[in-house]
């Protein structure tokens, strides 16, 4: 917390090193998510940090987690723990795709709808004092006409961390490290320290490497 109110007390100074900004669209074709993104030191340059907002929640990662960030692109890893096989869903009828990018146009409609719907699956103690558990997401696949089956669930509920140390320490051992553009990600509130987020696009995900797994792609 100390290091998020010394980036705000720069800013405010406008002395913020911006490294990425985005107001995020919503049209047929896609959704591109609202993120900003800092590069922002502490008190040397081994506290130096990168800073992501986004609708009310905040992300303080590793920069040299993310090697791709200045050409608008993030390192995603997702831990498998003992699986030897990673299922790597794809979207591949116009419709099906067409139906889950509206649910998350309608998650995105406003700040306090945005935050809600990516914290929608939480459950923690750490974040008790959330709108957890409504699954809000499934209520907004219904009004889509899309079925809130198992595959588009976990498309939808999926958590990715940005730091390599979560994936292969905490959900690993194996793991899958990916990258995707910046405006297709979700970001959870940091308070649980797992940099974690949630991508809005599955056919934008591509597969850097897998660790003691393998690739299996499924289509929806």
């Known amino acids: 917390m100390r290091l998020l109110f010394a980036f705000w007390n720069r800013a405010r100074c406008g002395e913020v090193d911006a490294l990425?900004?985005?107001n995020g669209m919503a049209g047929r074709e896609g959704v591109t998510a609202p993120l900003a993104v800092y590069r922002h030191s502490g008190l040397s340059s081994r506290t130096e940090r990168l800073v992501l907002i986004q609708h009310g929640s905040y992300l303080i990662a590793d920069i040299k987690s993310q090697p791709y960030i200045d050409r608008g692109e993030a390192v995603l890893y997702r831990g498998v723990q003992n699986a030897e096989i990673f299922l790597f869903r794809r979207l591949t009828t116009a419709d099906i795709r067409l139906r889950?990018?509206?649910?998350?146009?309608?998650?995105?409609a406003d700040s306090v709808t945005s935050f809600n719907a990516v914290h929608c699956n939480v459950s923690r103690t750490?974040?008790?004092?959330?709108?957890?558990?409504s699954f809000m997401l499934g209520d907004l696949c219904l009004q889509t006409g899309l079925e809130p089956e198992p595959p588009i669930m976990s498309l939808l509920y999926s958590g990715y961390a940005l730091e390599e140390w979560c994936a292969a320490g905490k959900f690993g051992s194996n793991y899958v490290k990916l990258r995707t553009p910046l405006s297709n990600i979700r970001i959870t509130t940091f308070v649980c320290n797992e940099t974690e987020v949630k991508i809005i696009d599955p056919n934008k995900l591509e597969v850097?490497?897998?660790?003691?797994c393998k690739i299996r792609e499924v289509c929806i």
Do not use: K, M, P, Q
């Open 20 to 22: 990425y900004l985005s």
């Open 100 to 108: 889950f990018i509206s649910v998350h146009a309608r998650s995105l």
């Open 126 to 133: 750490e974040t008790g004092w959330f709108n957890d558990r």
């Open 208 to 212: 850097i490497e897998a660790v003691g």
